[in-house]
């Protein structure tokens, strides 16, 4: 069976402070999907990334970089320098590849509710 | 190009009536998936079209269901409503190939029944 765990529910930063968010995973797969939204105040899932379980690299996108170790089941999200506009509620999700096509049964955390100060 | 949209945006129902949700994807998008979100159970997976075919489906009962149209529009119905199934339904959309992952939201619609 699968399993997110996020066991942060809620950050508070300042801004221009660095956050990790934390995202824990369980799977007897070995071929699975990672995933990372952000759920602004407005309600719409924005997609942030997609990782697979062959691809360890870590990644950096802007602010928002993802650090991805099959060793400890973690995928974490940092964001650097965290601005007002980054407060939203960010989930954490993984599919098994039952085919690599697609969506199929997602598990998603419980999220991670980040509020960034002024 | 237009965004990803659900309609009705808000609903009320009264337990025992039955629901129906329309998404219409993003042009030339043929997967649409949609999704439970709620306070207890947070986001869940109910299922996936693409092509017309329910491709996927998640841990829910028969009471939910769903259908896609030819223009890759779809809907998604709940019969005998109850009252825990009050929540915010949220359909996605994607090219729904393997390389082709990226799923785009619409606002959702919220659904009441008391």
């Known amino acids: 069976a699968q399993k997110v765990t996020q066991a942060q529910t809620e950050i508070s930063v300042v801004e221009k402070e660095d956050v990790t968010l934390d995202c824990v995973y369980e799977t007897r797969d070995t071929t699975y999907y990672l995933f990372w939204y952000k759920q602004p105040p407005s309600g719409e899932l924005v997609f942030l990334i997609r990782?697979?379980?062959?691809?360890?690299q870590n990644e950096i996108s802007g602010r928002y970089s993802w650090n991805f170790q099959k060793s400890t089941s973690s995928f974490n999200f940092t964001i650097t320098a965290s601005q007002v506009v980054d407060s939203a509620v960010y989930f954490c999700?993984?599919?098994?590849?039952?085919?690599?096509?697609?969506?199929?049964?997602?598990?998603f955390g419980a999220g991670t509710r980040l509020t960034v100060k002024p | 190009k237009a965004g990803v949209t659900q309609t009705p945006r808000y609903l009320i129902k009264t337990r025992g009536q039955q629901v129906t949700l329309s998404c219409s994807p993003i042009?030339?998008?043929?997967?649409v998936s949609w999704y439970q979100q709620t306070p207890g159970q947070g986001l869940q997976f109910l299922f996936e079209y693409f092509s017309e075919t329910q491709r996927n489906k998640g841990n829910f009962p028969g009471r939910f269901s769903g259908r896609q149209f030819s223009n890759s529009r779809s809907e998604m119905n709940v019969s005998t409503l109850e009252l825990g199934d009050s929540a915010l339904y949220l359909c996605a959309s994607s090219l729904g190939t393997s390389d082709s992952y990226e799923q785009y939201f619409g606002p959702g619609t919220r659904l009441t029944v008391t």
């Open positions: 999700a993984l599919s098994e590849a039952l085919s690599l096509e697609g969506n199929n049964d997602m598990r």
């Open positions: 042009s030339g998008h043929r997967s």
């Open positions: 990782r697979n379980s062959f691809d360890e």
